[in-house]
């Protein structure tokens, strides 16, 4: 293990974690993908597993005596981690460190939505969907209850955000995904259509089909769409979809958060 202990703020070689706004790191060496921060042995466990490489560590000292977090260290041999008090790390980050740890990580080239529509029989599209909270819980939903890839479009939160990663136990790394381009969502329909998708719009519409009474094949392949937390999928999406599905409510509930909707919405289309 490569261990730096630390004493002071003024140490160069953690300012990436002091100075730098996560949207910062996410374009840290543009053109080429930038870093992300994986917080908590878990989530940092995961990360590695699906071939994520870290610049560096930084740990609570008393974290060290941990045999897990000792042997998630090992296994990154020769890669920096500065171990500090509590406090200081507080300092340091601006936050309380969840887990202890956190990693400043590289950032993998994401695949191709062409890829990902080849290789796929059940799709998440999210449009819009801002929180990092939500989107780190569609993950969630996603990878649990069988969807195979997720799709985003311009405006939803970046995935590797901090909060997204934690909320989503580490998800966004066990379930393919990209970041569609503008040009990538110009052409989306016509290439879920070529590849044989049909695609689910969720919206609260008139003319909405109850999600009980969809009618699915196992081997279908579909693409669900979810829109933005407050004003839902763009009239052009909800209009280019094959079907319009809503979820019934009771009690005057208008509608569900966009990450219950998908869990509900994954579980009824792929269990």
Not at 167 to 182: A, D, K, R
Not at 185 to 190: A, H, M, T
Not at 221 to 239: D, H, R
Request: net charge negative; glycine share 6%; charged share 20%.
């Amino acid at each position: 293990m490569n261990l730096i202990p630390i004493s002071t703020l003024d140490t160069p070689e953690v300012s990436l974690y002091a100075q730098s706004r996560e949207s910062q790191l996410a374009h840290y060496f543009e053109p080429a993908p930038g870093l992300f921060l994986a917080e908590s042995c878990h989530v940092i466990e995961r990360a590695l597993d699906a071939g994520c490489q870290p610049l560096s560590f930084l740990v609570e000292t008393e974290k060290l005596k941990d045999p897990f977090t000792r042997r998630l260290l090992e296994r990154c041999e020769g890669t920096p981690v500065y171990a500090a008090k509590p406090a200081l790390l507080r300092e340091i980050i601006g936050y309380h460190l969840t887990g202890g740890i956190l990693s400043a990580m590289y950032r993998k080239e994401l695949p191709s939505a062409a890829a990902l529509c080849t290789a796929s029989r059940r799709i998440a599209v999210m449009e819009a969907v801002t929180n990092p909270t939500n989107v780190g819980a569609i993950f969630r939903s996603a990878a649990a209850l069988g969807m195979d890839a997720v799709l985003l479009q311009k405006g939803c939160s970046d995935p590797l955000y901090r909060r997204a990663i934690r909320v989503s136990m580490g998800n966004v790394f066990q379930i393919p995904w990209t970041v569609l381009s503008e040009t990538d969502s110009e052409q989306l329909f016509p290439l879920l259509k070529y590849h044989g998708y049909q695609t689910i719009a969720m919206a609260l519409t008139e003319n909405a089909v109850r999600l009980q009474d969809l009618s699915v094949e196992p081997d279908e392949k579909l693409a669900v769409f979810l829109g933005n937390e407050g004003y839902g999928l763009s009239p052009q999406t909800i209009q280019a979809c094959d079907t319009v599905v809503m979820i019934p409510m009771k009690h005057h509930v208008d509608s569900l958060n966009v990450a219950a909707a998908s869990a509900v919405v994954f579980w009824e289309l792929t269990v």
